[in-house]
Each structure stands twice: as structure tokens, then as C-alpha cells.
């Protein structure tokens, strides 16, 4: 295909970006002095930053204090691609396939990001002032969880100073679904082990005299719900704000059912909070779900020990207006009051992350969906994600700007997994999606 | 010390007989066939067998069909040494320092065993015709699960033919204190596996919409008791025969408290179930005890998955009149009506033991605790073991006879452990022993 924009593209994707992958620093350099060049190229003024890890890419359109400035984010890193004996065409030969660009980071997110650059490129080629100030970052460290963005933030704030925050990393409902996801729950993490005797003792000669840490890690684990599935700490829901109504409707006018997510889980049936969708559980209803538990013998067969301890790793996800840390104190108090004598019960509060909501009726909300409806020709699909996006809340804190999330990602795009790939449809949507938010936004003033 | 019965002890404990290790295998034929020469000397009919694994040792007096016949049993095969630096003198180099034998084997089981067989020898040498026929039986894989005992049996069946048996192979209640351990508890093992989604899932993703294996797994386990610490399973009791009024005071009168107890297990409170002592909780009420449970991210840190999968391994400790296929059966039916939807139930019976009981108030109950009276001095302890002997109940079921457990080790013998020790007092009472027992069952006749 003789497209210069496939091209660009292309060569973006030869880059092997791999962030976690030491040996790949120096294709993390030359990926971002590329992109660096590339913006220049196309008329933006860019250049490339140090931030404690990989370096991070900004880009500049000329600056006019009299129009909202746009942030839009990207990042230019990409998982580890293998096994690769499992792709059908190498990771970093981008391939052509059905109408499709299959290599690593196509839809992770290269071909989002360069499809903003290439369609905001387009617009300064056409000469005068945009409508919008735009500023792009395009950080190499969103694959390993983005430790330095923060720090970057904060010591680049006037430089990054926005009024919205534009991102393409999240999916779409459905193929060819125009999307904006409004929503993100939060997360608060807590370690808890009980503690009983000094050493796992014999079954049969202590057995039914001392408390079993496995009997009280598993009990404490129970009384986290009730009999049908609502969460069973005191307080826990005191601060979730009501489903408003619009956000049901939103909820059950999504192109999703439960028998997909049964096919996505592997499951045969979905469980849950009474009272609510599934699609309402898991983006719009906190959890408390175990991630890990163990005590006592771990081997094959059977091995007659009562356990000196035991314990469980938790993850609370949250929804607005709930507060980590105040899920963490409600919990351990939950469990404190629910140990028994004879044991001894040590909680490790873990990682916290606040949850996004960005109303979709406000201004940005609304030219963002109008945009979204321009490109696509449907009204979009208002979505709730249930995992977290940190950097969301980071742009948050540190810069004070909402983040709108368009889906350009299709839920087949195989995001991680071998044959990842993006449909051109989509980059190409993706250019025009660009154009549309920069009107629509630049129209706000 | 010149005492030819410490000599013979002595080179009894210098071999290596460690039936688990293949490299000893020479070392465990040796011990055997020493064994036969020494039975032989002291004017045995004895033999080497072969078991199928290491050999047994059998040697009979000559026998009068006009008199009652008691079957001695005790093993010569021992536990791995290992940690040798933990040992203060060499493990298979016997040595005495303040009044103990210090050699790996001594207090489990070659220093009673060669006590019961230089007492009989004793009397043997006194000549005449002893008030029981006597039958040693001395086999080589006690610590390694006496796989083949009970075909041993089956197979000389006739030849082993008793009216009683005596074993010294458990402890006493404390130092110097005669005990009689006139019952055992049964087991009965399970393992359960919750099978959940075809793989784990993000908890972000999909928590609160589908059903966790592990947090199931949990409430599964919690399900085994009522609050105040008594098995929920219903029915789980029906078979419990109640403690007779002699049977509590026997406990009561065990010199034991509870904070032995406590720092035997190393906690600081004991629990259990309401109603009983600790010491009848342990030896005289039957439990459900995880020795194992586990299910998602066992790593450091937080990872989070909604596990596609937990077990739980259980073992409930029987006692009479308690069946182990009817408490497996109990069990499977409580845990199957309390599976939720959207997870399987994958439901792994185990191993099974019956519960033991000999009545101290039989005529060879009362023969025992006359012989322990004479010997020690003081009135017998009567013990309720808590953990299992199969070999007691194969006993039972092949030979259809009783094993009285007569106590020879101490408390602090370190049976398992390095500095494994037997008090010489505890050797030469264990001498008198075997001949008081066969005088009082003699006498039965």
C-alpha cells in the first residue's frame, strides 16, 4: 500500500520499544528521537526529555493563549512480544493482513498515538492556526506501570499546562463502536496473614485445641460478603454515589451481553451484587475480590499439618465517591474485629489508586461524543471500565485536567497477546477522530 | 558402662538403618539379620522374612497352646539423621551422658524394642516355660508407612496368631509417669478444587460479575464451623459415642495443663470446642482441620487476578464410634449443597483410618495397667492419643487383637529430631516391663 502515512506508521512499528526489556534501551532512544523528528517533520516543536527511565517525547503546536490547549497522550513503548514462535508474521515487520497491521504495539499503542500525530500533522499542513492548542506526550514507560510520569508531570507542569487531556488506549464496545470510556474504578490493595504457632504443628496431636490460621484466614475471607454477594464491611458502600439513570440506560444500551462475557471469562454462568447488571458489576459497583490466598501444604496428597500461618491478598475496587484510604481503615477494621483469641492478625495495607469519572454531559464530555459521532456516524457507547488507568488520576492531581478516553482499539485487537494487530480502518478513523476532537473543542471558546 | 545389656543396645543403634534412604538398604539387611542371631542367642526361634520392601524380623518362644499368646511388635528401622551438625555425639554412635543414650533409634523405637526382647531373654535364661507364648514381630518400615505390614500379615496370618499385642512405640503423659494410650483417633482426608474461569482473569475486568474460586474456597472452609468453634457438618456427631464419667477424669488427671500445652505448640491461648477440655479437644472429640488451602497470586506484592482456581485439603480426626467413609460421605454432601453457581465443585476423597480404642477396664486393659503399676511405682496414666497408628487398626483387622500401647519414651526424648535420647532408667524399666506384662496376662489363664 503506497501510503505515506501507512509508512510513518510502519517504521514506528519496526522499532522493537520493548520498555522492560534492558537490551532494548537503546531502541527505546532511537524510537523516540525518531518520533521526536517525525513531529518536527511535520511542523511541531518537539523535543525529547529525560525522566529517571525511559525518555519521554513532547511536541508543541505554536501556542495561542486565547484557545483551550488539548494534552494528548501516548505512549511509545510496547510489551515484550514473545512467544514468538505463536506470531504469524514476525512482531516488528508490520504486516498487512485483511485489512489489518499486525505487529507489536499496533494497537498499544502506536497506531493510536500516530494516527492523533499524523491527523493533527495534517491540519498544520493545511497552514494557519489550529483551533486548539495541542500538546503531545508520548511517554516509553506506560508498559511498566509509568513510575516516572508523575515526577515528569510535576516538574514539567507549565510546559504540559492543558485544559483537557485527549487518550486512545481503551477499547472499543464493539467493533466499529464509537466509545467513550466515562469511567474508571479506583483500587485499594491489603495483605492480611494470621499467625499462629511458631511451626506447623501435627493435625493429630494439636488438631482441634489450637486455632488454625487456614481456618481463620478462610473464615475472615468469607465475611467479606454477604449471603448474596454485596460486600459485608460496615460503611463499605456509605460513600458509592447512586447510579443515575442516564448511567443505567447507558449501561444496558451497550453492545455487550452477559453470554459474551461468559465467552470472555470462561465461564458459564456470571455471579454477583443483587440488584445489578453485570455490565453495571463490574464498571459502576465496588469489590472486594481475593487475589491470592494460601496456608499449610501446597504439595500433592495430603499432609497432616496445622498450619502456623496463613493469609490473603485482597483488591477493593472502587467507584466514585469512594476513597482508598478510607476503604483500607474500614477494612482493617473489619478484620480486626472479626480475628479470633489465639491467633494473631497482621494487615499490610497496600497500593491505592483513586477512581475516574468524567462526566460525559459536560462540555469536553460532549464535544468528545459529538466528535466521536462525526468520525464514526453512530452515537457513541458510554462506557465504564472496571480495571484502573493510573496515569488518568496522575493528569488529574498533578495537572488538574480530566482525561477523555476514545476507544480506537477494537476488542479483538489481541492488546498483549501474540498477532496483535489494528485495523486500518481504524487508523485511518483514527487520523479523522483527531481533526474532529481539535473542532469540536477548539469550537468551545 | 560394662553391662552386656547396654552392649547389645549399643550395637543394635550403631546401624544406620534408615529405611528411606536406598543407600542403607545393606545397613537395614544387616540390622536384620544381627537382630535374628541376637533372638536366636537368647533362645528364640527366629527369622528373616521378606515383605516386599525392608525385611521383618520374627522370633517365637516355644508355644503351649494351654497359654495366651502375645505378640511384641516394635521396628528397627529409623529416621534420616540429617541435620548431622544439630547432633552433640554422632547419631549412629551410641553414647550416655547424664543417664541418657544418645543415638538416633534410641527412644523410637530400638530402646524399647530391645528392652522387651532382653526382658523376655531374661526370662527365657531363668529357663523353664514362660506364663505366655511370646511372637517379636520387628519390622523395617515404620517410618516410611508400614506399606507392607498388612500384607505381611494377611500372609502369615497363622503364624502371628495372638491374643493380645503390646507396642512401645508412644509417650508418656510426663517423665517417669507409667501411661497406658487406650485410644487412638481415626482420619479421614479430602481435598477439594473450586474450578472457576478457563484462566485468571483481571480482576478489574471482570471482578464483581463472575464468581472466585478462591473466595468460594474460603466461605467452603468457614462452612466447617458454627461460631463458637464446633463442626457444622450435620451429622457429624451422630456417631460420637460420650465420654464416660471415668474417661473425663482420666483426662483431667493427666499430669498436663494447659499451658504445657501451649508451649508445646508455641501460641498463647488454645481454642476449640466449647465444652471440653483441651486435653479431651486433642485426644477425645473428633475435627475438621485444612492442613492446606491455596488459590491465585502467591508471589510478593499484589497481582490482580480473579483466580481460575482454589483448593483445600482437609482432614477430619475420628473418634469411636465414628466411620471414616460415612464422615467423607457427611462431608461431600455439606460441601456440594453449599457450592454457589458460576464455579464446579471437584470433590477428591483421601485416605482413611479407623479410630482406636482399647477399654482399660477389659481383662489385658487392667493386666497392662497392673504391669505398668508394678513397675513404676504410681498409678498409670490413661491417654487418649490424637493423632493416628495405623498399624493398630491393621492389628485389629487382620490378627482381630488389641494393642496395648505401653508407654516407654519421655516427653523430651526428641524422637524424630537430633540428640534423640532414651533415659537408661527407661531401658532397664522397660526390661521389667515386658516381664510384668507377661506375668500379668500369663495369670490370665
Redesign the interface.
Known sequence: MNDSRISDLFEFLRFPSVSTQSEHMVDMIACAEWLKRKFISLGFQSDVYQTGGHPAVIAKTRHDSARPTILIYGHYDVQPPEPLEEWTSPPFEPTIRDGRIYARGSTDNKGQIMAHILGAGDLLSQGGVLPANLIFLVEGEEEIGSDNLGGFLEQHRAELDCDVIVISDTGMAAPGYPTLTFSL?G?A?L?FNVH????D????????????P??V???L?????DEEGRVAIDGFYNDVRPLLDWEREAAAALPITESD?CA??????????PGFT?IE??GA???A??????????GE???????RE?F??L?F?LVPNQHPEEILRLAEAHLLARC???VRLEILP??CGEPYYVDPNSVYGKASLRALERVFGRRPALMR????IPIVTTFKKVLNADSLLLALAAPDCRAHSPNENFPLENFFAGMRLNQAIVEEIGRLN
Open positions: 474504578r483500587i490493595a495483605q499462629g504457632p511458631t511451626q504443628l501435627h493435625s493429630g496431636v494439636f488438631g482441634g485445641a489450637v486455632m488454625n487456614a481456618t484466614a478462610a473464615r475471607i468469607a465475611s467479606l460478603h462475557i470472555l471469562a470462561g465461564v458459564k454462568e456470571l455471579a454477583g451484587e453485570a458489576r463490574v459497583r465496588p469489590t475480590e481475593v487475589n491470592g490466598m494460601g496456608g499449610g501444604y501446597q496428597g495430603t499432609k497432616t499439618v496445622l498450619p496463613a490473603a491478598k483488591t475496587r479470633p483469641k489465639g497496600g497500593h471500565e472496571g480495571g484502573s
